[in-house]
């Protein structure tokens, strides 16, 4: 028999009128750097709080990840920077990734921001910015290693060291580049970014380097340098299918069921009617869907939420705001207006929700949307 599941998350159901609630542990994500942290050795552990924290909430989960340690973070836009300064100590340092778009230089020095720069076009700008205010100013510069995607190319490299004027201004403090490869170790590509990045870096400034973010971490001390930037590591993503996860899963999400009914022999569930019944079988429609986050296509590859120990198979097509599991080895007793069902916890973690959707963890954490009841917890699991 199956042990009994609590009634309730184990935050409880705080707001009785939402469809779920997303559990967001506070602990675990301070405990996951504090883990990547000891890992990396000399090299300074950043924080990556990009995309609103990867959905949870970068106001609440900043503050815990500097009195964990960090002291150095790194954001997508501008924007996100200008909002993550008033959360965190004016002595953190906030880069930029995406570096300054034309005309936003004077808002980099106004909240106390880090460029990240990725072209020569970047460069002139905080260049002519530094000329503008009259002094030197930080910033970092990100060398394209191989992947095609962002920084300087070894043309630019060349160019910028034959021409030592074109970082007049600058204060260059980091020399960074992104590994492509790094969720596969074996991978050679990873060797050649790692050389590429020391060769590159060679012809700049001198500065602290930076390569690694989450799955890097990993590869070992030769990838570290001076600074890793981990990410989908602290909110408790696999760095990699070759090895057992270390970090501390850091959400649960739990989903109420609306409705439950029994449904008969041939009858379909859900659009398309993609799903019928070979015999009697009890169904429970939950109130979640793909407009809170949870992926439309989490039905196609054995998806399910579980209830305790039992295992309830999504059943259809996953609507805009419902899903459709099956419940008929749970007891009749337990199925109410007020049960909850895991979507994601512990028998299902996030990386088990995004193979079944056909995507990464990444993307399924970072969708999770606004209309989940939220509990921040303090303690680990």
Known sequence: ??????PTPTAGWSAPGAGAILEISLGAIAANFSLLNARTGTATCAAVVKADAYGLGADRVAPVLEQAGAKVF???????????????????RIFVLHGPMPGTEGEFTAHNLLPVLNSLEQMAGWRAHAVAVGTTLPAAIQVDTG???????????ALVSGNPALLDGIDTRLVMSHLACADTPANPANAMQRDRLRAMAARLPDADLALSASSGIFLGPDYHFDLVRPGAALYGLAPNADMPNPLHPTVRLCARIVQVRTIAAGDAVGYGLTWRASGPRRIATLGIGYADGFLRHGADGGGCAWLGDYRLPILGRISMDSTTVDVSDVP???????????????RRSVDDVAHSAGTIGYEV?????SRFHRAYLTQAA
């Open 74 to 92: 790194f954001v997508a836009h501008l924007e996100e920077g200008i909002r993550l300064r008033a959360h965190v100590s004016p002595t953190c």
């Open 365 to 369: 954490l970072t969708a999770l949307g």
């Open 147 to 157: 992947m095609s995607r962002f920084g300087l190319s070894e043309a630019d490299v």
């Open 332 to 346: 009749e007793t337990m199925l109410d207006a007020a049960t909850h069902v895991d979507m994601i916890g512990p």
């Open 1 to 6: 028999m199956p042990d009994l599941p609590s």
